[in-house]
């Protein structure tokens, strides 16, 4: 399968905390995605995703208790490059970091341009845009390990099976047929509960069709309008969510990011958003894109996400 030139499976996978969520494997020494994929016809198909071993290509594997038809294996091919946005167009984000290290504000910004050599600013993403709503939800107001455990549980108690064994993420059917109290019981979702049964209410009965903000024509403050209606969406969640869609207008603040870039920027107390808003401008559309590379920059060891002499306050 081909990529963008260039494109580093690495940087993509961990581009974000979904690739440690069920039911994605990532084994990082050997550079190999798995998970399985449930398809349109009912069928669960694992797959794995690996390098090809020459520049601009991917090697992807499918097995199942029979062998795929010609249509199953292009529909395979075909949630493989959704979920590693490889159709995704991040030329002009690196016209844009080029263009600032050569004429660079007045403020100072942060080191991107290994990012534009590299390929970094592809966001790993489930097949569907319902998994990742639903994940979105079990990230919101809690640890990481308990949203390990939360989508864990999902998967594991209601994701149909492949031949393997191995479990796909459960569809807005599955987890339409239990209630709330399932939720709260045997998920441990919380407060979530109510939110994650009324979602899936609203997607298996048609009423809502999420999937079709994945290409929708919509403004980005019009789709926001939408995702904020979603049960237990508040502002991080939806732009949260906008992010997975490539709609990177909006931060997606949250605790951990304002901690970081605390610390990244060497303030002693954390900006507002409207002053994070700010440093990031420059990028226009892809500002909450180029605020995510900054802080997650030390994830991936090229260099530091921040001059060594920090800027003074602004």
């Not at 494997?25 to 349109?40: A, D, G, I, W």
């Not at 049960?231 to 603040?253: D, Q």
């Not at 802080?295 to 060594?308: I, K, L, N, R, V």
Request: charged share 25%; with cysteine; glycine share 8%.
């Amino acid at each position: 399968m081909r990529t963008p030139v260039p494109f580093d499976l690495d940087l993509t996978v961990r581009s974000h905390g979904f690739y440690d969520l069920a039911p994605w494997c990532y084994l990082q020494e050997k550079q190999l995605l798995s998970r399985p994929f449930l398809l349109s016809n009912g069928r669960v198909v694992a797959v794995q995703v690996s390098r090809s071993g020459r520049e601009g290509g991917l090697l992807v594997r499918a097995a199942s208790g029979d062998r795929l038809s010609a249509a199953e294996g292009r529909e395979v091919r075909g949630l493989v490059r959704v979920c590693l946005a490889l159709d995704e167009d991040l030329s002009p984000f690196y016209a844009r970091i080029r263009e600032l290290e050569k004429d660079p504000p007045r403020a100072p910004l942060p080191a991107l341009g290994w990012a534009a050599r590299r390929g970094a600013g592809r966001l790993l993403r489930s097949p569907s845009v319902f998994e990742d709503a639903v994940k979105t939800l079990c990230t919101t107001n809690c640890t990481w390990a308990l949203t390990r455990v939360m989508v864990k549980n999902l998967v594991e108690k209601l994701g149909a099976a492949a031949a393997a064994g191995a479990r796909a993420f459960p569809t807005p059917q599955a987890m339409a047929q239990v209630g709330e109290r399932f939720y709260r019981d045997s998920i441990r979702a919380g407060y979530r509960a109510r939110a994650l049964a009324a979602l899936a209410h609203q997607v298996a009965s048609g009423e809502l069709d999420v999937e079709s903000w994945r290409d929708s024509s919509l403004a980005t403050h019009e789709l926001a309008a939408h995702i904020r209606e979603l049960p237990g969406f508040g502002p991080y969640a939806t732009e949260h969510l906008l992010r997975l869609l490539g709609r990177y207008e909006h931060l997606a603040l949250d605790s951990w990011l304002r901690q970081k870039l605390t610390r990244l920027r060497g303030r002693k107390r954390a900006a507002s958003d409207r002053t994070i808003a700010r440093w990031y401008a420059p990028y226009g559309p892809h500002a909450g894109l180029a605020m995510w590379l900054e802080a997650t920059s030390d994830w991936h060891g090229d260099e530091p996400s921040w001059p060594s002499r920090p800027p003074k306050e602004a």
